[in-house]
């Protein structure tokens, strides 16, 4: 079961056109889709997991509930003949905090990137085009990632309020790049309720 990228700062990224989407704080959850077999794997970032979890297993039929019928759809019209596909969505909750959840939340998933096999991960404006429809982070910007844009971001001063910050996503097939941009108060968050450990949650 492929694991998603490991997205770094914007200062590796290259100064291209992007699209920059609303970075929700949450957990990276993998669901695969098996054209024979449907939905049958689950896992966070690293391992697999079922209805069991303590944590996890409410995501799978919030997942099931919410996006399966219409992204098997999407992929059975849009990519013939695919047999396998992976579905990316961040799980989180009101009170979510750099992977620590609330067992009282009303938590949920949200769609942020798909990865059909034999292709990779679909580029942004792909996934936009036929996945745009549904419940995905908010599009924050279209354009150049550039110094103004990041401080922009850095100080929280987009049109929109964030949280965590943004991904930007550029490219496509074997050039396509992501990089996160996250707030100063974000950061400064991290410093207060991680303590000496905050660096660990930068990427």
């Not at 990137?113 to 404006?125: E, M, Q, S």
């Amino acid at each position: 079961m492929k694991e998603y990228w490991s997205i770094p700062h914007s200062a590796k990224a290259p100064r291209e056109y992007c699209y920059a989407f609303f970075k929700h704080d949450g957990s990276n959850l993998r669901f695969e889709w098996h054209r024979k077999r449907g939905w049958k794997k689950f896992g966070t970032r690293h391992q697999l997991f079922d209805e069991s979890h303590p944590i996890f297993g409410k995501a799978i039929e919030l997942f099931m509930n919410k996006y399966s019928e219409q992204i098997e759809k999407t992929l059975r019209d849009n990519f013939r003949g695919v047999e396998e596909a992976l579905a990316f969505c961040e799980f989180e909750g009101p009170n979510s905090f750099a992977g620590i959840h609330d067992p009282e939340d009303t938590q949920d998933v949200i769609l942020f990137d798909v990865n059909v096999h034999k292709k990779g991960i679909l580029d942004p404006k792909t996934f936009l085009k036929l996945f745009g429809h549904l419940h995905i982070p908010e599009l924050v910007y279209e354009g150049n990632l550039n110094e103004p844009f990041i401080q922009a971001v850095r100080e929280n001063k987009l049109d929109i309020k964030l949280n965590e910050g943004v991904v930007c996503k550029g490219g496509s097939g074997h050039n396509l790049w992501m990089a996160k941009i996250k707030t100063w108060e974000y950061l400064e968050k991290l410093k207060t309720r991680k303590g000496e450990d905050w660096t660990k949650f930068w990427e």
